[in-house]
């Protein structure tokens, strides 16, 4: 059974105390609380990294835990920033990829994880942007063949997809 | 439970090397700014000598607007930052975009008198031969501040960066304006409005372009 908002202040508190024990039940159940939280935003193949850096994450940070203070929303907001950071390592990634070349040797795991991150993101974008970040992130495209799909030649094609992807990392990172 | 290998090897490494710490507190880093801006103006004062006529009352009441609205926006500014130093989730205080635009009315006061005054005239402004030593002075007594705030945010754990790196430049320049400014005589709004209010968004600016690769963790 999942620890409640009780049982992790607690064990937290103990934690800071430097209690070992405590560290170790804290810890294991977090992870189990971090999965939850991660396995609707990332492909499941990512889920355990992210939730070992927010373990990392909680025990550096562990003193800056107001015991006055619920420990789940602080907790949560760790798992964000992580998360955010996550995302905006994958799109800058894609961006630096693209002005290479050739979106379509992206791995499974990346395009899986774009069309996961960037469906609901897409009305925020020009519909130049959002088309060609669909067809070359999410079909899987080549430049040249989302180029011809879409109209856009390949330059503009690179020059959205780089834009309309650092447009949803800036998106995604001022979200609360 | 299912639980990876690694992870389970992960937790174990982390509690064997769990030791008491020493919480991290926002008024720790409240008083970490105002002991800079105090140690800026001490130092402003050695090296410029600190203007008489604060104490004697011969300094007008422009004087007194725009550093009462420097310190306010100074008090909010690090007060919304040591509220975002430690993770949190839920809505953040906007009093600093208030003070911020009560702020902005001092320039436009300024352009208004220098622009309006009769030819020949025209009060030390957009021409004032201090005005650089002004700017120069309130961003070197930020930068005292700023290295304050950001000594305690790498201390901390902030989760909303840009806003943390806004926040920054807008206390350390306010503060840094308001630190210099008890060595400045000169009290006229044409000077005060500009050349001490100006350092607040270039501080605000470079902070944002500086600060998050400082406090990213």
Known sequence: MLADETTFARLMAAMQDGDRAAATVLLTEAGVWLERYFRRRVPPGQVDDLVQEVLIALHAKRATWDPARPFLPWLAAIARYRWVDHLRRTYRDAGEELLEDSGASDSDEDVVLARVSLERLFAHLPAGQAEVIALVKIEGLSIEEASARSGQSASLVKVNIHRGLRKLAALVEKAD | ?217
């Open chain 2, 1 to 217: 439970m299912n639980q990876s290998p690694s992870r389970a090897a992960l937790i174990a490494a982390l509690a064997e090397s769990t030791v008491p710490v020493r919480r991290v507190r926002p008024a720790e880093g409240t008083a970490l700014v105002a002991a800079a801006t105090l140690a800026a103006a001490a130092g402003a004062s050695a090296i410029f000598a600190f203007w008489s006529g604060i104490a004697t009352g011969a300094a007008s009441p422009f004087f007194w607007i725009v550093n009462g609205l420097l310190l306010l926006l100074g008090a909010a500014s690090t007060t919304a930052l040591m509220a975002g130093a430690l993770p949190q989730v839920g809505a953040r205080p906007n009093a600093p975009l208030w003070a911020v635009a009560m702020l902005g009315v001092l320039p436009l006061a300024a352009v208004i008198e220098i622009v309006r005054a009769p030819a020949g005239d025209a009060p030390a402004g957009l021409a004032d031969p201090d005005a650089l030593h002004c700017l120069s002075s309130s961003l070197a007594a930020g930068l005292v501040v700023a290295l304050a705030a950001v000594l305690f945010l790498r201390r901390a754990a902030p989760v909303a960066l840009a806003r943390q790196a806004w926040l920054t430049g807008l206390a350390a320049g306010s503060l840094g304006a308001l630190a210099f400014g008890v060595t400045c005589p000169l009290d006229t709004l044409a000077h005060l409005g500009l050349w001490h209010v100006l350092p607040v968004p270039l501080a605000g600016l470079a902070a944002r372009a500086i600060v998050p690769r400082l406090i990213r963790w």
